[in-house]
C-alpha cells in the first residue's frame, strides 16, 4: 500500500507556436478562475444526490491516481531529458515545501492518527500546490527547451486540483459532521528559483518542484486507499 503506482502513457498532439500559446492562455484562466472561485454545493437544491461514503472514496482515489500516474511520467520524462548523468540532479536536493506538514511514515503511523485528521492532512496537502502548479506552468517555458508532453501534463494536474479538493471536503464532512475546513496549507516561496536565468539552478528548481510534486500526490493516492479501507470497511481489507 505504501508504494508508488505505475504511471500511465499519456497521448498527446504536437502544436504549433501559436496554437499552443493560446492553449496555455485559455487552460491557464481556468485554473486561475477555479483557484479563485469558492467552491459551492456539488448538489442542487432539492435534488436527492446523498452518495455512498465508499464511491466518494472510489472517485477521488481515481482522480488523484490520474494525477499521481501524470506527475511521475512527468517527473521520469524531466530527468531523461535534463540530467546531465546518473548522479546529476542528487547533488542538490531540497526540501519539499509542504514538509511542514506532518504525515504517517508507515501504516502503523496512520493508524494512530484520527480518521477526520488524516482526511484534513491530504487537504492541506493537496491545496498547497494550487500555487506552485500554476507557477510551473508558467514559467515552464524558461527551461531550455520545454516540451509539449511535460506542459501538458502539468496542465491536466492543475486542472484536476479543485475536483479534487472539493471531493476531499465531502468525504471529511461524512467522516466528521462538524468538519469546519480551517483553509491551511503549506506556503510555497520557490519562484525566485524558477525565474533564474541561469540554467543549473533553473533545471535543479524544476526538479526539486516535480520530486515533490510526485511524492505528494502518490501520499494522496496511499492515504486516500488506506482510509477506505478503515473507514468503510472497518479495516478489513
Known amino acids: 500500500m505504501w508504494t508508488a503506482a505505475a504511471p500511465q502513457a499519456l497521448s498527446r498532439t504536437s502544436l504549433k507556436g501559436s496554437d499552443k500559446g493560446s492553449l496555455l492562455l485559455l487552460l491557464m484562466s481556468s485554473l486561475l478562475l477555479c483557484k479563485n472561485v469558492a467552491s459551492t454545493s456539488l448538489c442542487p437544491s432539492g435534488v436527492d444526490c446523498q452518495e455512498s461514503l465508499s464511491k466518494l472514496f472510489d472517485e477521488m482515489i481515481t482522480l488523484s491516481l490520474k494525477m499521481q500516474n501524470v506527475s511521475l511520467e512527468m517527473f521520469q520524462k524531466f530527468n531523461t531529458l535534463y540530467s546531465k548523468d546518473a548522479f546529476y540532479f542528487l547533488k542538490i536536493i531540497h526540501q519539499c515545501h509542504t514538509a511542514s506538514i506532518p504525515t504517517p511514515l508507515n501504516k502503523e503511523q496512520a493508524l494512530a492518527v484520527q480518521h477526520e485528521d488524516l482526511i484534513s492532512m491530504v487537504i492541506r496537502l493537496m491545496r498547497s500546490w494550487e500555487d506552485p502548479l500554476i507557477y510551473l506552468i508558467l514559467e515552464a517555458y524558461h527551461l531550455p527547451p520545454i516540451t509539449d508532453t511535460l506542459l501538458y501534463n502539468a496542465l491536466e494536474i492543475g486542472r484536476r486540483i479543485r475536483p479534487l479538493l472539493e471531493g476531499l471536503e465531502k468525504i471529511a464532512?461524512?467522516?466528521?459532521?462538524?468538519?469546519?475546513?480551517?483553509?491551511?496549507?503549506?506556503?510555497?516561496?520557490?519562484?525566485?528559483?524558477?525565474?533564474?536565468?541561469?540554467?543549473?539552478?533553473?533545471?535543479?528548481?524544476?526538479?526539486?518542484?516535480?520530486?515533490?510534486?510526485?511524492?505528494?500526490?502518490?501520499?494522496?493516492?496511499?492515504?486516500?486507499?488506506?482510509?477506505?479501507?478503515?473507514?468503510?470497511y472497518n479495516g478489513n481489507c
Open 173 to 232: 464532512s461524512q467522516i466528521d459532521p462538524e468538519f469546519k475546513d480551517s483553509g491551511d496549507f503549506a506556503v510555497w516561496s520557490g519562484l525566485q528559483s524558477l525565474q533564474s536565468a541561469d540554467e543549473e539552478p533553473l533545471l535543479f528548481a524544476f526538479y526539486n518542484l516535480l520530486r515533490c510534486l510526485s511524492r505528494d500526490t502518490n501520499k494522496t493516492v496511499t492515504f486516500l486507499k488506506f482510509l477506505k479501507c478503515q473507514v468503510v
